[in-house]
């Protein structure tokens, strides 16, 4: 059975026609079997030929629809309309592939108005569906993003209407569903921001930069009308020309933050004045001490240098230089305080200077004798000869840090001699240096055994090197040396003897 030709029509030319038609062209029977193909059709199901299409398929349904029953649908519209357009089905090739394909087809009858067979056409939509296929998944996913995301996420227009809303947003807002938040809100700048303000800033921004970051405000919660602060993150919406559309953005919660930096804020300020009354007291305390400190240590010179005549017994000579030293101790203890509180306010400049470490301990040794020997404490100081100098800032701070530590071994009675840190030295082992900076290596050491509650006694020895040694139990002795390698594993220089 051939094509069907109008009068007048050459066979040939109809033939040519279907031959060399861009689309997949068909004549098949009711019962489907395929009469004709075109080199389209063929192709797409995978032959070499309309030869080889018509000698495989001698039933369309169930040989190259994957499902028979889309035939039997696609059949039924032919015989209800005698025609049907862009039926969507899918195809089975020859290697087993599937395709889409939408097909459009005629009912031809015969003179007595028989069904004779169908004339149709077939297009391959597999990159369409497909393509269409990845947009919904695309589309899902989004949306699953928007109706899960934890922050709110919205669309608003110019006017400052809001457009779109997620779920996350409406719950910030008091709302259970987006549909109620978009009823709710008529004007986002009276109606959302507590300062109406922020919204035409916003929008400045928006025209400036055409997004904005991390633009903090404190908004109402709309529908109970808390007050709570938000971070937006937003940008500007323009259609291909440059015109302004919409503006769309991420709306996340940052009450607590703001609640914490301003509970910070508010110590920082209870700080500062604490610091002020410290200092203001520090200012006053010392000068009230100073007063009668100044005549104890005016009236002791002038009884150390026997103005008025020889003071008679020489055991008293040196209690009155022992009076004098404390009472010049003391004074420069107080002064002392007055550079801490000079340092907090960031108007004192430290400065290093060379100073005599056999001096030093001598006049730190005076100051405790008398309680040494009440106590019943012996006191021994070595030092080694040729010791360099210390470095460090004018004042008392390593005198006082070795006073405190022998009070600390006096207080706690007589300590027997036993495992000590018998070296710290400061610098990389650079016993080369001048004058090595030992005092941060004393005041530290300190500090670690008074946290330990260790019982020091200052000792200095060594050979060659300035030493600071402290007699201490076995136990105090290893912690010691652990919290200095781990706090200074690559300045300190740490050797354990037994003594």
């Known amino acids: 059975m051939g094509l069907p030709a109008a009068a007048g029509d050459d066979a040939a030319a109809h033939r040519a026609l279907f031959e060399s038609a861009g689309v997949g062209a068909f004549q098949s029977t009711p019962d489907g079997r395929l009469l004709l193909a075109n080199p389209k059709f063929a192709f797409m199901l995978g032959y070499d030929s309309p030869q080889d299409l018509l000698a495989a398929v001698t039933d369309l349904a169930h040989q190259v629809h994957v499902d028979p029953a889309a035939r039997a649908a696609f059949q039924r519209r032919l015989e209800a309309d005698g025609r049907a357009e862009g039926v969507l089905v899918r195809l089975r090739r020859r290697d087993g592939a599937m395709i889409w394909a939408s097909v459009s087809a005629v009912l031809v009858r015969d003179d007595g108005g028989t069904e004779d067979f169908y004339l149709g056409t077939v297009v391959d939509v597999t990159d369409l569906i497909e393509a269409r296929e990845a947009l919904r998944r695309t589309e899902e996913s989004y949306r699953s993003i928007f109706e899960n995301a934890a922050e709110g996420i919205y669309r608003s227009s110019l006017e400052g209407r809001m457009l779109r809303a997620n779920p996350s947003l409406a719950r910030l807002n008091g709302y259970d569903t987006e549909e109620e938040l978009l009823l709710a809100v008529s004007d986002i700048a009276s109606e959302w921001y507590v300062d109406p303000r922020r919204r035409e800033q916003f929008k400045r921004l928006m025209e400036l930069h055409g997004r904005v970051q991390n633009f903090e405000s404190e908004v109402y919660r709309h529908r109970t009308r808390e007050r709570i602060w938000i971070s937006e993150n937003a940008r500007a919406v323009r259609d291909q020309a440059g015109r302004l559309l919409y503006y769309e953005g991420t709306v996340r919660e940052i009450t607590a933050r703001k609640t914490a930096e301003l509970r910070m804020r508010d110590a920082l300020t209870m700080a500062e004045r604490a610091n002020r009354a410290k200092s ?9 001490l100073r007063t009668p400190l100044n005549a104890i240590i005016g009236f002791s010179e002038v009884m150390v240098s026997e103005v008025f005549g020889q003071v008679g ?42 100073v005599d470490i056999r001096a030093l301990i001598d006049d730190t040794m005076r100051m405790v004798e008398l309680r040494a020997r009440r106590d019943g404490v012996t006191l021994a100081v070595e030092t080694a000869p040729g010791l360099p100098a210390l470095l460090v800032n004018p004042g008392v701070a390593v005198s006082t840090a070795q006073v405190f530590a022998l009070w600390g071994g006096i207080d706690r009675g007589p300590i027997a001699p036993g495992p000590m840190l018998d070296r710290a030295i400061a610098g ?24 330990q509650r260790s019982a020091p006694l200052v000792r200095m020895s060594g050979s060659g090197a300035t030493c600071f040694a402290l007699y201490l139990s076995d136990e105090a002795r290893t912690r010691a040396a652990e919290a200095l390698r781990k706090q200074h594993p690559e300045w300190w220089c740490l050797e354990t003897a037994l003594v």
């Open 280 to 288: 203001e007291f520090l200012a006053a305390m010392s000068h009230e």
């Open 313 to 354: 017994n020489p055991r008293y000579r040196g209690y009155l230089n022992d009076i004098l030293n404390s009472a010049r101790h003391l004074s420069r203890l107080i002064q002392d305080l007055l550079d801490l509180s000079r340092l907090d306010s960031g108007q004192m400049t430290l400065s290093e200077e060379s």
């Open 428 to 451: 990389r082992n650079d016993l080369e240096a001048p004058a090595l900076q030992l005092a941060p290596v004393i005041s530290e050491v300190l500090a670690l055994l008074r946290a």
